[in-house]
């Protein structure tokens, strides 16, 4: 209930719209229903697997957000009609991308000796792209009754020239200073690695 409450708030805040807010809450809720039968079907409920619900949230969550800015700008580049099926394409690649990375993290876990961690790894994979199967079908049956209008508001601070200037100015950011990104990364990466002998494990039971 809290996640939810926290998603519905969030939505609302992006979109300022109450059809963005019930399509985000019924792209989560769809997510999370598949995730949880993957965990059943492959896995066992755990410890691990109660981290499945707010992962699937705040990936479908993500995505609709995405798709919800995506449409609002394309209504204006290319009109109504076309606005649907131009955002859809525009995201349908990185978003597989993004959602198949993280999938690949999970099924990672598949090698490990501790069974609980191994079925969890297959079942997390599994339910993060099936999480991004049921937001495109979702948003792709959307964007056949709704336009963006009803979906996000141009006064939205997701649609906000403020946001993009802050976006942009991030890009160019990277673009004209790799080596200095670089340098974050590897820096943030050293630090990361130092804590991990600070990592106290605990036991895991199928």
């Known amino acids: 209930p809290v996640t939810y409450a926290l998603v519905l708030g969030l939505m609302f805040y992006f979109t300022r719209r ?108 599994l339910a993060v792209m099936g999480a991004f199967a049921t937001s495109f079908l979702v948003l792709a049956v959307t964007v056949r009754w709704y336009g963006a209008d009803r979906l996000i508001s141009t006064k939205a601070i997701a649609t906000s020239e403020r946001v993009e200037r802050v976006v942009g100015r991030y890009t160019e950011l990277v673009i004209r200073r790799p080596r200095t990104m670089l340098a974050a990364m590897v820096v943030l990466s050293v630090v990361a690695a130092v804590g991990l002998p600070l990592l106290m494990l605990g036991s895991f039971q199928s």
Do not use: K, W
Request: charged share 10%.
């Open 18 to 125: 109450f059809a963005g807010v019930v399509l985000a809450t019924i792209n989560a809720t769809v997510a999370v229903v598949f995730g949880m039968a993957m965990v059943v079907a492959f896995s066992s409920l755990n410890n691990l697997s109660t981290i499945m619900p707010p992962l699937l949230m705040v990936l479908s969550v993500a995505t609709v957000t995405h798709f919800l800015t995506e449409y609002a700008r394309n209504t204006h580049l290319v009109g109504a009609d076309q606005a649907g099926r131009q955002s859809l394409r525009e995201l349908l690649v990185p978003a597989f991308l993004c959602e198949l990375t993280t999938a690949v993290g999970f099924v990672s876990f598949s090698v490990s000796r501790i069974p609980a961690l191994r079925e969890f790894g297959v079942a997390a994979s």
